[in-house]
């Protein structure tokens, strides 16, 4: 079965501080990885993209990488501001089958930054 | 920049009443997509629809229906209402590619609470 499960659930960090959100797939055949930001009550706006050629993606103070052997991705988010207070979530497309590419979506981690 | 916009952010509706949720995108995106999202659970993906009146099922499409008369719009429907269909609900669009590559873009959401 497909599956796409992130750590941790919640974290809670300083403002300035760096932290680090973990995305385990078991998506097969894996076609692309997209992170994604919710803001409270908005819909979730893409971050960055990763295909199973590239390893490190950054945009701003988000980078994140792929190791498509392990099955494993990662947000690392760079002196963190009030404003990166947001639900992040994994979702990874499958290659095969229908007209639209399967995604499946982790169940999020919601980070909270702190002044 | 693209816009999807949703028809309300919040809904309050009895059980057993006809809801509609409609969702209008201005980019001439080909696909559109409904989506149901609950804590814990991710995004589930209820219908999807590639092209004016196409739909296809997602995973969750019970008790629920859809319609794509006009590109730019594409209604969710709960033909009668139930308290297990409270739910945040959101509409995405984006172009067709072979890539899958593309870019799902997400409206702000309505939080439908059923009594």
């Known amino acids: 079965k497909n599956q796409v499960e992130q750590s941790p659930q919640s974290l809670i960090i300083l403002e300035g501080k760096n932290c680090t959100l973990q995305?385990?797939?078991?998506?097969?055949?894996?076609?692309?990885l997209r992170w994604y930001k919710q803001d409270t009550g908005r819909g979730p706006v893409s971050l960055t993209i990763?295909?199973?050629?590239?390893n490190t993606k950054s945009n701003g103070r988000y980078t994140a990488t792929l190791d498509a052997d392990t099955k494993q991705s990662s947000l690392h988010i760079t002196a963190s501001q009030l404003s990166d207070s947001a639900s992040y979530i994994c979702?990874?497309?499958?290659?095969?089958?229908?007209?639209?590419?399967?995604?499946?979506f982790g169940q999020g981690t919601i980070l909270t930054v702190h002044p | 920049d693209v816009k999807v916009t949703q028809s309300s952010r919040y809904l309050v509706k009895r059980t057993g009443e006809k809801v509609f949720l409609e969702c209008v995108q201005d980019?001439?995106?080909?696909?559109m997509f409904w989506y149901r999202q609950d804590p814990g659970l991710g995004l589930r993906l209820i219908y999807f629809?590639?092209?004016?009146?196409?739909?296809e099922k997602g995973d969750i499409p019970e008790g629920y229906s859809v319609s794509r008369e006009k590109k730019e719009r594409f209604s969710l429907i709960l033909e009668s209402a139930s308290t297990n269909q409270t739910s945040m609900y959101l509409c995405?669009?984006?172009?067709?590619?072979?890539?899958?590559?593309?870019?799902?873009?997400f409206g702000p959401g309505t939080r439908l609470l059923v009594l």
């Open positions: 979702v990874v497309r499958n290659a095969g089958g229908t007209s639209y590419g399967k995604l499946t």
């Open positions: 995305c385990n797939y078991t998506v097969s055949p894996f076609s692309n």
């Open positions: 990763m295909t199973f050629s590239e």
């Open positions: 980019m001439d995106h080909e696909n």
């Open positions: 629809s590639y092209d004016v009146k196409m739909k």
């Open positions: 995405a669009s984006n172009f067709y590619s072979g890539s899958h590559a593309e870019t799902q873009y």
